[in-house]
């Protein structure tokens, strides 16, 4: 009787037991890499809809992740850029406006800290300055990787991700102007594993932060940063 009973609970336990869908093995993987359950399901979903089916899924967002685990990604990135894009417009985000100064419109080589503008000066700079566009929530790394029009290019053109945000580089050091900087509902100071990365960035300001960690919310509509001339991208002597 009691092997009988034993025969009934394993016969029970094997076949309560649901073998995962491809579906569910890509959405997991997805998520495994450090993406929330609604960036997995879009990336399945766009993938499903450019003809990737069945276990092929899987095998699809492995490849795309590349070696993801120091950095080198195969296109993952930007199918998630193009996924959170598309999930902001569903919920209906606002647009925010970030003003972005180039390298040759302000002292961006300097060493010393900026001295403090004139109303001409500051007015000059300004005529100089570029619009970039960008959905609410997204971070300004995100935008110069992912996002679209002119500016948003132009932005791509100066900036880069080489860590792909997880603060092991400076390559998207950006410097705040200060009235973006201090106070409630402003960028505000990086925290400390930012500020190690900003000490090793071109020529750091005391307004320095990583665009990867500058989250674009409504307060910070119409911000202006100002982008250095050059940066120091110390993954490129990382033995991998």
């Known amino acids: 009787r009691i092997k009988n009973v034993n025969h009934q609970i394993r016969h029970f336990a094997r076949s309560s037991v649901t073998p995962e869908e491809p579906e569910d093995k890509a959405k997991s993987f997805v998520m495994m890499v450090g993406y929330d ?33 120091v950095g080198e990604d195969e296109g993952l990135e930007a199918l998630v850029g193009s996924v959170e894009q598309t999930i902001a417009q569903s919920e209906g985000r606002e647009i925010i406006k970030v003003w972005c100064v180039p390298p040759q419109a302000w002292l961006s080589g300097e060493e010393e800290e900026d001295a403090e503008m004139t109303s001409e000066q500051k007015k000059k700079m300004m005529e100089r300055a570029f619009l970039v566009e960008a959905l609410e929530g997204t971070t300004l790394t995100d935008v110069a990787k992912f996002g679209e029009g002119t500016g948003a290019s132009t932005l791509g053109e100066y900036i880069e991700c080489a860590c ?25 100071p990086p925290c400390e594993d930012e500020r190690d990365m900003i000490d090793l960035a071109f020529s750091p300001r005391s307004t320095s932060r990583l665009g990867c960690q500058i989250l674009l919310t409504k307060e910070l509509n119409g911000i202006v940063i100002k982008i250095p001339k050059d940066s120091n991208n110390l993954m490129d002597h990382v033995p991998f």
């Open 164 to 188: 792909s945000g997880i603060m092991a580089c400076s390559t998207c050091h950006v410097v705040i102007e200060p009235e973006w900087f201090h106070g409630n509902k402003k960028t505000g």
């Open 37 to 69: 359950e609604n960036i997995a399901n879009g990336v399945v979903k766009a993938l499903k809809q450019a003809g990737v089916s069945g276990e092929a899924l899987l095998s699809m967002v492995r490849s795309m992740a590349g070696r993801w685990e």
